[in-house]
């Protein structure tokens, strides 16, 4: 029988990153019933993986097994061409214990100038992963390309959006109407792969 979810569902978001979760109940407009892993108080999984693939199965299944609920979880960051796809998958940890982007993004100026690099191009993935408790796992990987900017530049999105200008765009995803950014993320590119092969 082929994988479907059904509209409507209960599905459990495993992040615990209020900017990501922000932005997959947009994207997913709601076609489910949303529960935050937050309310059900699941813990974080130590991300243990070399990939978001890797990664973003491994925090679904987790969810779905303890929440006994179909789970969706995003792995995801940002990788920097003349960095070797740097921080990729420890984007989150480039921020630290407190989590704090001022530090990260920083850290991958920082870096720059150590290589002595001019190119600024960058990319942002994230895979989704669906796992069902006990049962299958589905993932997916969007990517959105674009160029660095120094210093960073406005506040209305989480993480690295303030030194990111996607490809054809001026605005850095700071700058950019939420929903802009969201027609067009990686995220967004990835559920439009999900909604292919679930929907
Ligand atoms: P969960 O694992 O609980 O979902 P996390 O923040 O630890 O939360 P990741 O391990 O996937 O998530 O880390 C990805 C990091 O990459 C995240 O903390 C952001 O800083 C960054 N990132 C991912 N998507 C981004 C986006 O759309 N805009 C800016 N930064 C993003």
Redesign the pocket.
Same mark, same amino acid.
């Given at each position: 029988m082929a994988l479907k979810l059904e509209p409507g569902a209960r599905l459990v978001v495993?992040?615990?990153?209020p900017? %990501?979760a922000r !932005?997959l109940a947009q994207i997913l407009e709601n076609r489910f019933q949303l529960v935050a *892993?937050g309310e059900l108080g699941l813990p !974080?999984p130590d !991300?243990t993986e070399q990939t978001?693939v890797g990664?973003?199965l491994l %925090?679904a299944r987790a969810a779905a097994e303890a929440s006994g609920l179909i789970a969706l *979880?995003?792995?995801?960051?940002?990788s920097v061409a003349a960095l070797e796809g740097q921080?990729g998958?420890y984007? *989150? &940890?480039w921020?630290g214990p407190g &989590?704090d982007?001022t530090v *990260?993004m920083r850290k991958v100026e920082e870096r720059l100038e150590e290589v002595e690099s001019r190119d600024l191009a960058a990319w =942002?993935t994230?895979a989704l992963a669906v796992a069902w408790p006990g049962g299958p796992a589905v993932v997916v990987e969007g990517r959105v390309d674009g160029t660095l900017t120094f210093p960073p530049r406005g506040d209305r999105? =989480?993480?690295?959006?303030p030194i =990111?200008i996607p490809e054809g765009h001026a605005e850095t =995803?700071g700058e950019m109407d939420p929903a802009a %950014?969201d027609r067009m993320?990686?995220?967004a590119r990835a559920f439009e792969k999900l909604k292919a092969a679930l929907l």
């Open positions: 495993a992040t615990h990153n900017g %990501k !932005e *892993a !974080e !991300e978001f990664n973003a %925090k *979880a995003d792995d995801s960051g940002l921080p998958v984007s *989150a &940890r921020a &989590r982007f *990260a =942002f994230s999105g =989480f993480g690295y959006d =990111f =995803f %950014k993320s990686h995220r």
